[in-house]
């Protein structure tokens, strides 16, 4: 029998019967530059669903980066909304976002964000103590999602004994070690060799198919493009193109 997560892929284009995990509404954002205002997205409107790795590709300077960080909450919007699990994050407290993005969403980027100190094991125990867990709870769940990540022999290790993908694994670990509906991945791949490359690709697939998890995922790296189930053009600050990839759907089936 297919999965919830399984079920939603099978949909059609427009996804009739799944309500969206992450919805984007009329977003516009500018920023200065010196004193000229430069529209970085324009009326931008999309709807993401759960199960799904949804790709946004395009050109540097496009602003996939902002709509990334506009729809995780990171940014706030001049204009529309972005609705994350049915809530308008633009009218959420600085203290409820917080609070959001601690319990519901997980980031993974381009240089890792891993603390020097830290074992591989304790990265990703890290963010589990916030949530609350006791010492034992965090212990099991971080060992178990960096056997997911093909990690656990290198739990004991500290950053500056991993190489880029082993580090960007213990990144991912540690955003899927939450448990969160929603996982953000900006450009994770661009700084890794191919096989490393791989590796983080099928990681963050899986954790779509298999857990049912929202991933959104802004990258102009190729090598990403086959294995999203949906893939969105971004230029100047606008969806130009949507296609869904027949070849992932396939592998879920």
């Given at each position: 029998?297919?999965?919830?997560?399984?079920?939603?892929?099978?949909?059609?284009?427009?996804?009739?019967?799944?309500?969206?995990?992450?919805?984007?509404?009329?977003?516009?954002?500018?920023?200065?530059?010196?004193?000229?205002?430069?529209?970085?997205?324009?009326?931008?409107?999309?709807?993401?669903?759960?199960?799904?790795?949804?790709?946004?590709?395009?050109?540097?300077?496009?602003?996939?980066?902002?709509?990334?960080?506009?729809?995780?909450?990171?940014?706030?919007?001049?204009?529309?909304?972005?609705?994350?699990?049915?809530?308008?994050?633009?009218?959420?407290?600085?203290?409820?976002?917080?609070?959001?993005?601690?319990?519901?969403?997980?980031?993974?980027?381009?240089?890792?964000?891993?603390?020097?100190?830290?074992?591989?094991?304790?990265?990703?125990?890290?963010?589990?103590?916030?949530?609350?867990?006791?010492?034992?709870?965090?212990?099991?769940?971080?060992?178990?999602?960096?056997?997911?990540?093909?990690?656990?022999?290198?739990?004991?290790?500290?950053?500056?004994?991993?190489?880029?993908?082993?580090?960007?694994?213990?990144?991912?670990?540690?955003?899927?070690?939450?448990?969160?509906?929603?996982?953000?991945?900006?450009?994770?791949?661009?700084?890794?060799?191919?096989?490393?490359?791989?590796?983080?690709?099928?990681?963050?697939?899986?954790?779509?198919?298999?857990?049912?998890?929202?991933?959104?995922?802004?990258?102009?790296?190729?090598?990403?493009?086959?294995?999203?189930?949906?893939?969105?053009?971004?230029?100047?600050?606008a969806i130009c193109s949507d296609r869904r990839q027949l070849a992932a759907i396939k592998e879920n089936l």
């Amino acid at each position: 029998m297919s999965s919830p997560a399984m079920q939603a892929t099978q949909i059609g284009p427009d996804r009739p019967k799944v309500q969206p995990s992450l919805e984007a509404v009329r977003l516009s954002k500018s920023f200065l530059s010196g004193v000229v205002s430069v529209q970085v997205l324009q009326s931008l409107s999309i709807s993401l669903y759960p199960g799904e790795l949804s790709l946004i590709s395009g050109p540097s300077g496009c602003g996939k980066s902002t709509l990334l960080s506009l729809m995780s909450g990171l940014q706030s919007p001049d204009s529309g909304q972005a609705m994350a699990l049915g809530q308008d994050l633009g009218r959420m407290s600085a203290r409820a976002l917080e609070k959001f993005r601690l319990r519901h969403t997980g980031f993974v980027f381009q240089g890792f964000n891993l603390f020097p100190a830290l074992t591989a094991l304790e990265q990703v125990q890290l963010p589990l103590g916030y949530m609350g867990l006791s010492d034992k709870e965090s212990l099991q769940r971080a060992r178990a999602v960096l056997e997911e990540v093909g990690m656990s022999h290198r739990s004991h290790m500290r950053p500056a004994q991993l190489s880029g993908g082993e580090k960007q694994r213990v990144a991912i670990a540690r955003a899927m070690a939450k448990r969160p509906e929603l996982l953000f991945a900006d450009e994770p791949t661009s700084a890794l060799d191919a096989e490393s490359g791989q590796r983080v690709i099928d990681i963050l697939h899986r954790a779509a198919r298999m857990h049912g998890t929202t991933v959104l995922c802004v990258s102009h790296d190729p090598r990403l493009v086959r294995h999203a189930d949906r893939v969105l053009g971004m230029e100047d600050g606008a969806i130009c193109s949507d296609r869904r990839q027949l070849a992932a759907i396939k592998e879920n089936l």
